[in-house]
């Protein structure tokens, strides 16, 4: 890799540190949020003011992989965004700079850009940096498709072109053949159920702190890399001894740089483990920062190749289940500030029937939050309007987006699947294979939701007492003290501790052959499932729920029109009693006529529901069919001499 090169373009980046006026709860803020920093001469930063700098790369062959160079077997696309989120305002004059790691390592130098491109979404926080981060819900949230498109779009709009133009003009090899392609079949956009990019997508992202430095003026939106470079030319000093320490390298060379490394090396860059942030060495050098401090990576697949599936898309964020817990929630935010002398009350509507509310909400100016409340579905079949109002807070609060939602409330307890007979009815012979069944290669592929962060701020009051005089010899002191804010972050996090399908415990010949269980067709089989639910920042239980549905589709029925609901047990999760089980034993049958081979079914894991919407896994396991159940039985007349 080349050595890299640090030039700072002083002329452009003073052009950006201009004075800028800072709201009275900016002033009150510092690394641990109560401004003594700025008091004492030293730079601070604020735990709620981080975003990601994200950049896209695309590979240039269907066959590129994470084994391969990026420099050499992918292309950049566009330059780097911004993402934050929509809890905060970023203060007037903030430096950015224009490129990324990978461009800083071939050489690039620190150049800052006026006008940077950035996205108010609701991403995850970053670990460490931030209270609630979760690198679970960092990587979900990077390996989300929906995000890979706001990303996409964002850097279009910031070229000046569409995002078929940003791809146009590449040269790819598809398939062997060199040259340049349709974008429809390069961009990961869908056609019917399916994404149809034939080159992979990279997109690298890295996590931005804002420092506020103490001349009081200027403040860096960088990336672990950036504070790393400009540290070693000397143009600042984040440490702690000396006229321009900044005394917050805590953030600069620990935390950010431990925020998100890569867990393997890809691409041609080495993984990095972090520092111990209690240890003699747990401050990054500046060389191990631009190195491999700082930064996280996603590959999304070429998809030509894959084998046909069956992708079933159902929004189950505006479904809900009848006789289920779930969060309703819609976003606030404050034109001024919202304290606890006049806080906002959301109270929530479904029908035009209040059905409960959030009260106690207070908000900087500038701030936004979820409002959210625990509301039980009815236990039949409807659609609902849900509405919200707010009240209080002296008319500073208003909806980010909208107000009301459309729900339905569906019946999952349905479409069963049919009695298995053995034997034709007409026929009286065994049932044979419908005709035009082909078994699916592969199980659904479907997007999954696996972490939610969401958060809501707190204030105390500091007390700043002067003494007011009355002109007489006298006066009095006076408390002109001001409201600090916080922000609370959680998160939440669902993933499968266990998932096997076993045979009915009145199988007589099943065995497990390795870890695959081999039984005959026929035969019946059980679903086992454990979840686990994991919880940063001590949300209460009124914001989350556990999970509650759980539904598995079989290869017979090509993972759709029948399927069985488990249910919660001492165990985890497993079928539902089965009616035309002579033992009513928790089975589901195989067909008689399944050939041998492999059988897989499916499993959707949803209904664990946050503010930030409902948390969804699937999972999917596989016996093997060898032979039927007429194999192990031989049926007889009671008396053979009759």
């Known amino acids: 890799m080349k050595k890299i090169i640090i030039f700072i373009s002083i002329t452009i980046l003073l052009l950006n540190f201009y ?4 709201l009275a709860d900016d002033n009150a803020d510092t690394g641990t949020g109560t401004g003594d920093g700025m008091a004492t001469g030293k730079g601070y930063y604020k735990s709620n003011e981080w975003m990601y700098k994200a950049t896209l790369y695309v590979g240039l062959s269907d066959n590129a992989t994470t084994e391969n160079n990026l420099n050499s077997s992918f292309k950049k696309v566009g330059q780097p965004v911004f993402i934050k989120p929509s809890t905060f305002t970023i203060p007037n004059g903030t430096v950015y700079c224009k490129y990324n790691k990978v461009d800083y390592l071939n050489g690039m ?12 979404d609701n991403p995850p926080p970053p670990p460490i940096t931030h209270t609630g981060g979760n690198i679970t819900a960092v990587k979900s949230y990077f390996g989300d498709t929906g995000t890979l ?3 996409l779009d964002a850097v279009a709009q910031q070229a000046g072109t569409t995002k078929a133009g940003l791809v146009s003009n590449i040269s790819f090899n598809i398939d062997g053949v060199t040259g340049k392609k349709n974008p429809d079949i390069i961009l990961p956009v869908k056609s019917g159920d399916k994404y149809l990019n034939q080159v992979p997508w990279v997109i690298i992202y890295e996590p931005v702190i804002i420092a506020h430095l103490k001349d009081g003026t200027t403040k860096l939106a960088f990336t672990a890399t950036e504070y790393a470079m400009v540290q070693a030319v000397g143009l600042f000093d984040f440490f702690f001894s000396g006229y321009e320490a900044q005394y917050i390298a805590g953030m600069t060379h620990i935390n950010l ?3 998100i490394v890569l867990e393997n090396d890809w691409l041609g860059f080495r993984a990095y483990p972090p520092t111990n942030p209690v240890g003699s060495n747990k401050y990054w050098s500046n060389e191990r920062i631009m190195q491999g401090g700082g930064w996280g990576m996603r590959f999304l697949k070429a998809n030509q190749k894959a084998d046909p599936t069956i992708e079933i898309t159902k929004d189950d964020q ?12 819609f976003r606030i935010a404050a034109h001024g500030k919202i304290t606890p002398d006049h806080p906002v009350t959301v109270t929530f509507y479904v029908d035009g029937v209040s059905v409960g509310s959030m009260s106690g909400i207070v908000m900087p100016g500038g701030g936004s939050q979820l409002a959210w409340l625990k509301w039980r579905t009815p236990d039949i079949p409807k659609t609902v309007n849900i509405t919200a109002s707010i009240s209080g ?3 500073q609060a208003y909806f980010v987006d909208e107000s009301s939602q459309v729900a339905n409330i569906v019946d999952m307890n349905q479409n069963i699947p049919p009695d298995p007979v053995a034997k034709d009815p007409e026929t ?13 290669k592969n199980v659904p592929v479907r997007a999954e939701k696996t972490a939610a962060t969401w958060g809501e701020y707190w204030a105390w009051w500091k007390s700043v007492w002067v003494w007011v005089s009355d002109g007489e010899g006298g006066g009095n002191w006076v408390d002109k003290g001001y409201w600090v804010f916080e922000w609370d972050g959680y998160s939440a996090s669902l993933s499968i501790h266990k998932y096997e399908i076993v045979p009915d415990e009145k199988v007589p010949t099943a065995k497990k052959v390795y870890h695959t269980w081999e039984m005959g067709s026929g035969y019946g089989l059980n679903v086992n499932l454990k979840t686990l639910i994991n919880t940063d920042g001590n949300p209460s239980e009124s914001s989350y729920t556990g999970t509650q549905t759980v539904v598995t589709y079989f290869p017979e029925f090509l993972y759709k029109d029948f399927w069985r609901l488990l249910e919660k047990t001492s165990n985890g999760f497993e079928l539902q009693h089965n009616k035309y089980s002579t033992y009513n034993n928790r089975v589901h049958f195989t067909p008689l006529w399944y050939p041998d081979g492999k059988y897989s079914t499916y499993t959707e894991i949803m209904d664990l529901w946050t503010p930030e919407g409902m948390l969804f896994r699937v999972a999917s396991d596989t016996i093997d069919i060898k032979g039927t159940v007429f194999d192990d039985w031989t049926v007889v007349p009671a008396d053979p001499y009759e």
């Open 19 to 22: 004075s800028s006026c800072m």
């Open 149 to 151: 498109q706001r990303v």
């Open 393 to 395: 807070g002296n008319g």
């Open 109 to 120: 130098s620190l150049v800052s850009t006026p006008t940077p491109k950035i996205i108010t």
């Open 318 to 329: 505006s479904d809900y289940r009848i006789d289920t817990d779930v969060i309703l929630s």
């Open 428 to 440: 009286g012979k065994p049932v044979q294979k419908p005709n035009g069944y082909i078994i699916p």
């Open 257 to 259: 740089p431990n925020s």
